[in-house]
């Protein structure tokens, strides 16, 4: 990514200065460690930011116009304040026109801005660029409008700027943990109340490593759509069946769908059991994280990979094999894959002193056997949105 003073000069090439306030911000993108689609079953995740970033330069202006150029597209968009239009050619432009429209509705006024962005967040990956795109957007509009929006109420606006002008059903944990995230901290949400707890995850010996599959996940509306029908014909099964209140999977315990499953169907119960193993291994991977034990975190991250394979089947052979080639290497103490499945990335654990050898014997492998190209990032957790200059 460009040295920050470049974008300055980048930014000052394309925008005459207009003496009003100007600033330097970033937002991070995110993977998550344990909890894949529990979100929509109102249970638990634990994402962290990882520390690839949307970078956002931006001043206001004098009128209601907005100046948007995206150094990784090459293109500008401007538009009016007062007419905001979904984008079709230039659709990256709708997650910002989005965070505006959601702004403007709660009665802040703004004026115009020039912005350029750019970002070294791998697009396509399920490492939600898109999320960063907006909680950059939103925090540099707030700070440079000097804005009192507190960082979950500004977490969601962002939730409701891509449900609502994007067209996407998102849950909140990309922008929340966009938001939230801090360095050496995964971030526990409770997806029904939206609580969320900061929970320490800093081990000098171990890193995090990201496999890029380099598949594009074609399959996901149709059969993620599928699985939440999948969940809610359980939860109304179990509401019938149960003598408690049942709202959502997470309200049944993995006893009584042993005990009740006999009326479901074999599908719906392979639907049901990853739900509500996955908000136990959440949980029980952060009691691990408490007490830095890395052995037991890990074995969870492989378990939870192999009920995505097996029960809720939203894998798919390059990720299996990606995991199946992790779990072979030294150092290694866990691997699943991570996102919404039918490709993008894996999660690794691994030890510092294995990681080169890591890196080159799964792409090795995994590069003869697919004919693709794996991309490897590595992280730590990383800082949520914050100013640069």
């Known amino acids: 990514m460009r040295e920050l003073k470049d974008l300055w000069q980048i930014f000052e090439e394309r925008f005459p200065d207009t003496g009003l306030r100007k600033g330097a911000f970033a937002a991070p993108g995110r993977v998550n460690l344990i909890g894949e689609h529990t979100d929509y079953n109102e ?12 970078i956002m330069l931006a ?3 004098e009128d209601q116009e907005v100046r948007v150029y995206s150094l990784d597209y090459n293109r500008e968009v401007i538009f009016s304040l007062l007419d905001l239009e979904f984008e079709k050619e230039d659709f990256w432009a709708n997650y910002l026109k989005g965070v505006i429209d959601e702004l403007q509705k709660m009665d802040y006024y703004l004026p115009g801005m020039n912005i350029i962005f750019t970002g070294n967040i791998p697009i396509g990956s399920g490492l939600s660029s898109s999320a960063a795109l907006e909680v950059v ?3 540099t509009i707030a700070t440079l409008n000097e804005l009192d929006i507190q960082p979950v109420e500004m977490a969601l606006l962002c939730q409701r700027a891509e449900n609502n002008f994007v067209g996407v059903n998102c849950g ?8 939230l995230g801090k360095k050496g901290q995964a971030l526990l949400i409770d ?7 900061l929970v320490p995850f800093a081990n000098e010996d171990y890193q995090v490593v990201i496999c890029n599959s380099k598949v594009e996940r074609g399959l996901v509306d149709s059969e993620y759509n599928q699985r939440r029908a999948e969940c809610e014909k359980a939860v109304r099964y179990f509401a019938g069946k149960l003598d408690h209140r049942i709202l959502a999977l997470r309200d049944v315990t993995i006893e009584e769908l042993e005990k009740e499953a006999a009326g479901l169907g074999e599908l719906t119960k392979r639907r049901a059991r990853h739900v509500i193993t996955e908000n136990n291994r959440v949980l029980m991977a952060v009691a691990a994280l408490r007490n830095n034990d890395l052995e037991t975190f890990g074995q969870l991250m492989t378990e939870s990979h ?27 103490l866990g691997a699943r894959m991570t996102g919404a ?5 894996t999660v690794n654990l691994v030890h510092k002193d294995y990681i080169n050898d890591f890196i080159f014997n799964v792409k090795k492998a995994y590069d003869q056997e697919t004919g693709k190209d ?10 949520g949105a914050r100013k640069l200059a």
């Open 374 to 383: 794996m991309e490897s990032y590595l992280t730590w957790p990383a800082a």
């Open 306 to 332: 192999y009920s995505l394979r097996d029960d809720y089947e939203v894998s798919c052979p390059e990720l299996d094999l990606l995991v199946e080639l992790a779990l072979k290497q030294k150092g290694v």
């Open 172 to 179: 909140i944990m990309d922008q929340y943990v966009s938001r």
């Open 341 to 345: 499945g039918f490709g993008g990335c």
């Open 191 to 197: 997806c029904r109340s939206n609580e969320y707890e």
């Open 43 to 54: 249970g638990f995740v634990l994402p962290m930011a990882i520390d690839k970033d949307i």
């Open 59 to 61: 001043q206001l202006r």
């Open 137 to 139: 957007t939103a925090y």
